[in-house]
């Protein structure tokens, strides 16, 4: 039995912004609290090869690539949270942790609807 969704376009519009918005928001927060903190080039390239592998399948709406953003998305976390309880931490850091905690509630919820939508258009 395929559980319905009422509204689902809508839900899935929202997320689908919601995940870009914060998504787009994370790079630029990525690039400049680096840029503050004076990060070699080297090592934000690495910062940024993780989340932007990510880009075509999140074009593409792939819900499997969405989940997989998801997890990426703790690792992030994971580093941000360490970050804040440094001597050093500044506002950038709280504005990634901010993001990301956006960023993974919309894309779980986007990943699950997307999903359950695709179902429903079989039903159709």
Known sequence: MIK???QLGKKLRIARQLTWGSFLLLLVVLFLNGFMSQTPV???VFTFVPLVILVPGLYQERYKTISLLCFVTLLYFIVTVTNLFAADANLFDVA???LLVV???AA?????WKQYSLYQDDMT
């Open 4 to 6: 319905f969704i009422p």
């Open 103 to 105: 960023l993974f509630s």
């Open 42 to 44: 080297s090592l934000m």
């Open 96 to 98: 990634e942790l901010v």
């Open 108 to 112: 779980m919820m986007y990943s699950r």
